[in-house]
């Protein structure tokens, strides 16, 4: 079931992608400009998003292809979480959210969180002027 979702989600996101490119607009090409997209991420209600920690001073939140999480849609999610040191924590919090692992313990946690839109925010707390990251939710 999970590779399903994420195979949907990755298929509308193309198809949404396909959409958006072949749409036309101007012929910038014959003049000899490109136009530059940016995407950002955003994830479906029901997803399963990647929490790391460690072992290095490295920090991340990625979505179920693996991009880092900048946006997502407001909803309730599954992090699965992987704390590889036992001198970093994994700490998510925002509205609603205030979820951690122990500094001390190494291995993996399973959360279920909601969010509803604002910033969240993931830190190490020993570390946190370094090993941080945020996103939103709308």
């Not at 198809?15 to 994830?43: F, Y």
């Not at 909803?75 to 509205?95: E, K, M, P, R, W």
């Not at 925010?121 to 090993?131: G, I, K, L, R, W």
Request: with cysteine.
């Amino acid at each position: 079931m999970k590779l399903t979702r994420i195979g949907l989600v990755v298929g509308l996101t193309l198809l949404a992608l396909t959409v958006v490119v072949g749409c036309g607009g101007d012929d910038d090409e014959a003049g000899g400009t490109t136009d530059t997209e940016t995407t950002e991420t955003t994830t479906t209600d029901g997803s399963t998003l990647t929490a790391s920690v460690g072992p290095g001073f490295e920090i991340s939140l990625t979505d179920g292809g693996g991009a880092d999480v900048t946006t997502l849609a407001a909803g309730t999610y599954t992090v699965d979480v992987d704390d590889q040191s036992d001198i970093h924590n994994f700490h998510l919090s925002g509205a609603g959210v205030d979820e951690s692992t122990e500094v001390s313990a190494v291995g993996a946690e399973t959360w279920e969180v909601t969010f509803e839109a604002g910033t969240y925010e993931f830190v190490c707390d020993p570390h946190a002027s370094t090993m941080n990251g945020s996103f939103e939710v709308s």
